[in-house]
């Protein structure tokens, strides 16, 4: 079965724009969650979306937005960009909320901030 | 947040077997013990995930202590792919507000040929 995917992979903005990015999860998964990976700070935890729900946030700024889809696709947005946005942004996928499954991950989104 | 300690790094020579242990002396009656690997210029990838019973998949086996303090991740025979860093995290079974996955520094692996 298809895996997590990631859209787009590769990403160069300005400083003050604004980007939003996609995740679609894997069939069947309700949960959507996405981090933040920087060679800094490692891998944060941004939110977690659930049946078009947000259950969970990360210390972010709210610049950083979400929202996910009836059909469970989420899409990320961040406004007025920083240099320091500048990172691996990842999304993950799981059947439902909690640790009683495994998360998929997909590749990322590499975002540059210049 | 219940929290793991796992070392920086590990060696292991390639087709031997690699114990990389976990400590989560704090883990509560409900949290699910879950492991991770980040290969170079990957996202992360599932391992295994367990809750008080060892566990085995394709990949690894999860050994879970008994009063489940601690976890070690077994890989059968280590091969030059399994250098990665491996990360040890705790999710509640219900979600919620631990319902995220929380990484620390995670070891890193390398293997030796």
């Known amino acids: 079965k298809a895996g997590v995917t990631q859209t787009p992979r590769y990403l160069i903005k300005t400083r003050g724009q604004q980007v939003t990015l996609s995740c679609s999860p894997i069939s069947g998964h309700r949960s959507v969650s996405w981090y933040q990976q920087t060679p800094g700070q490692g891998l944060q935890f941004l939110f977690e979306y659930f049946s078009e729900t947000q259950r969970n946030k990360g210390n972010f700024p709210g610049r950083f937005s979400g929202r996910q889809f009836s059909n469970s696709r989420s899409e990320m947005n961040v406004s007025t960009l920083e240099l320091g946005d500048s990172a691996l942004y990842l999304c993950?996928?799981?059947?439902?909320?909690?640790?009683?499954?495994?998360?998929?991950f997909g590749s990322g989104t590499r975002l540059t901030v210049v | 947040d219940a929290k793991t300690t796992q070392p920086n790094s590990m060696e292991s020579n390639e087709e031997e077997p690699v114990h990389l242990p976990c400590n989560h002396s704090t883990i509560s009656g409900t949290d699910y013990i879950h492991w991770y690997r980040q290969l170079p210029s990957q996202g992360p990838e599932y391992v295994i995930h367990g809750l008080t019973s060892n566990v085995n998949n394709r990949m690894a086996s999860l050994a879970i202590a008994e009063d489940r303090k601690s976890s070690t991740l077994i890989l059968h025979r280590a091969t030059l792919r399994d250098a990665a860093v491996y990360y040890c995290i705790l999710i509640r079974r219900d979600g919620g507000s631990q319902g995220n996955l929380i990484f620390g520094k995670g070891t890193k692996l390398s293997v030796k040929p």
């Open positions: 993950a996928s799981s059947y439902s909320t909690g640790g009683g499954y495994g998360y998929t």
